[in-house]
């Protein structure tokens, strides 16, 4: 059995195969991706910011106790995460907002599926009573 120090290249290698020879032979790249798109994965990022603040924090008194002339570093650093954290933060507002619309819009759905039943239901009681009272006149 052998084995390979390198993995084997892409399966793609291929098309570009006669490029020395034909330089246009090869595929065009992919177009640019239209719009924003997230890099990083907030979750994480969010979660790393806060143990750096937390750690900050310690940091902080920890210097006031020792060297209290010295906090405006201190103080600095756990601003500038503040501003990562509510950076981040509202850039999460609009995905935020569109769940809080699709969750709104489907109880809205909900209600008025439940206020056409209820209308269903009430119409079919007045079409049995009118039977009914029509019944009892023609019966007098």
């Given amino acids: ?17 006669d490029y020395l020879q034909n ?5 065009e790249p992919p177009p640019p991706i ?11 990022e969010l979660r790393s910011l806060n143990r750096e ?16 002339s010295q906090y405006a ?11 990562n954290l509510h950076h981040l933060l509202n850039s999460l507002r609009p995905h935020q907002a569109r769940a809080t619309l699709i969750h709104i819009l489907e ?13 269903k239901r009430r119409r079919e009681e007045a079409r049995r009573l009118l039977k009914e009272s029509l019944g009892t006149l023609d019966g007098q």
């Fill in 34 to 44: 239209e719009g924003t798109y997230v890099c990083f994965d907030f979750k994480k």
């Fill in 53 to 68: 603040l937390q750690l900050h924090i310690l940091e902080l008194a920890d210097v006031l106790v020792e060297r209290p």
């Fill in 23 to 27: 330089p246009k032979s090869a595929p």
């Fill in 73 to 83: 570093r201190q103080v600095e650093e756990i601003s500038l995460i503040f501003k």
């Fill in 107 to 119: 109880l809205q759905i909900q209600r008025r599926k439940e206020a056409l039943e209820d209308i």
């Fill in 1 to 17: 059995m052998a084995t390979a120090t390198y993995p084997p290249p892409p399966p793609f290698y291929r098309l570009y195969k």
